[in-house]
């Protein structure tokens, strides 16, 4: 089943982000998925900066992505997410990086995430029911 995507971001590809081939660098497209997370939680109330400072650590442990189309310099795009949970530590988010009118699909992405505390031991977020 198809998650229903909660959280739209617009970018536009920027010319120093693509590689010698005139394309988005592969590494780029994490970029753009982390900044369609963080905003998936501020549109949530709550901001990263804040929560890592409050002693939890949200982070990526595993990142599948599959590239279907490449972007180029200058195009506008947007970056879908939406939230799971796995377990009682882990999540995931389900990204997809598409055209404007949701024709085109360039990138589909699962994150792994868990949560950890101060001393990098996993810990419960507790705010997570939040963002389901």
Do not use: W
């Amino acid at each position: 089943m198809t998650p229903p995507y909660q959280t739209s971001l617009f970018i536009k590809v920027r010319d120093y982000e693509c590689d010698m081939q005139g394309i988005v660098n592969n590494a780029v497209y994490q970029n753009y998925l982390e900044h369609g997370r963080h905003e998936y939680l501020i549109e949530r109330g709550l901001d990263f900066a804040q929560i890592t400072e409050s002693g939890v650590h949200l982070v990526v442990v595993r990142a599948e992505l599959d590239y279907k189309r490449p972007l180029k310099s200058g195009l506008r795009f947007k970056v879908m997410s939406h939230l799971e949970r796995v377990s009682r530590l882990k999540f995931v988010f389900k990204q997809k990086i598409l055209s404007p009118d949701e024709r085109q699909v360039y990138l589909e992405a699962v994150i792994f995430c868990v949560s950890l505390n101060r001393g990098g031991r996993p810990s419960p977020f507790k705010d997570l029911e939040a963002l389901l």
